[in-house]
């Protein structure tokens, strides 16, 4: 019982690594991109495997102002 409470996280782990190579290995992308250093210092993903049509960005929530404080008039 301890042999198999030993290896069995060892295997499980093999597996999904075995998993994780063939879905990268078989992924299809012919253009993996690279990173560009752009002239104002920030970093810019050119090339990949990735269009702007498939993020899905949701829209932005704008929150309610809240409202003033009502003033006394005293």
Do not use: K
């Given at each position: 019982m301890?042999?198999?409470?030993?290896?069995?996280?060892?295997?499980?782990?093999?597996?999904?690594?075995?998993?994780?190579?063939?879905?990268?290995?078989?992924?299809?992308?012919?253009?993996?991109?690279?990173y560009?250093l752009?002239?104002?210092?920030?970093?810019?993903?050119?090339?990949?495997?990735?269009d702007?049509g498939d993020?899905?960005?949701p829209?932005?929530?704008?929150a309610?102002?809240?409202p003033?404080?009502?003033?006394?008039r005293?």
């Amino acid at each position: 019982m301890t042999r198999l409470r030993t290896t069995a996280p060892l295997l499980l782990a093999a597996g999904l690594t075995a998993l994780a190579v063939a879905t990268v290995r078989d992924a299809g992308c012919d253009d993996p991109g690279r990173y560009d250093l752009r002239p104002d210092g920030t970093w810019s993903l050119v090339g990949g495997c990735v269009d702007p049509g498939d993020l899905v960005v949701p829209p932005p929530v704008v929150a309610d102002p809240a409202p003033a404080p009502e003033q006394s008039r005293s």
